[in-house]
């Protein structure tokens, strides 16, 4: 049992408890994404409706608006959501899941071919960049899957922008992990 925790206190840490780890940590994420996601639908960019279950749960007012109007506003606060959540996401994973610092050849070469390639600042800078950078495009990939989704969902089905918000989330997460794991972090 002290193995377990002990697992849970560093980032070295079998698949199953790196994999619970990353869970929590998609956790607070989401539950970023959610608040930032729920804030702009009712105050910023109109993307709820009477039957919501947000508003509901709430006991919210908003305005009537047309299916596709509000399919298009949750999906570009889908994409504001995503920015500030993401960020929380790349922090999270880098503090406690998965270790940085894979290599990245591409950049080694540029590096090399500039003269650049003794400048240990900046080379960790760069590799650092193309990590976030390689972290939002997966993320963007998933997201835009999943934004696709939800923006169908409520258009053509008529779901409404919590059911569709949560079909978006669960694709995102799944299509996350796997290519975080194995194309960004190293482990």
Known sequence: MAGIW??????????LIQFIKYAICGGG???VHVIAFFLLA???????NAEDVF???????????????RAR???????LAFLLSNLVAYILNILWVFESGRC?????????????SQRTTLCACAHRTVEVALFYAVSGISIAIGTFLMGV???QWHFTTTVAFGAECVVAALI???LRKFMIFKG
């Open 153 to 155: 969902l409520i258009n």
């Open 6 to 15: 002990k697992q849970f206190a560093q980032r070295e840490a079998s698949p």
């Open 42 to 48: 009712w105050l910023v960019i109109p993307a709820l």
């Open 104 to 116: 990245y050849p591409p950049v080694d070469l540029a590096l090399n071919k500039l003269g650049l």
């Open 176 to 178: 996350n992990f796997a």
């Open 73 to 79: 506003n949750a999906m570009i606060n889908n994409a």
């Open 29 to 31: 994420a989401v539950t």
């Open 55 to 69: 508003v509901k749960l709430f006991h919210l007012a908003c305005p009537p608006i047309s299916d596709a109007l």
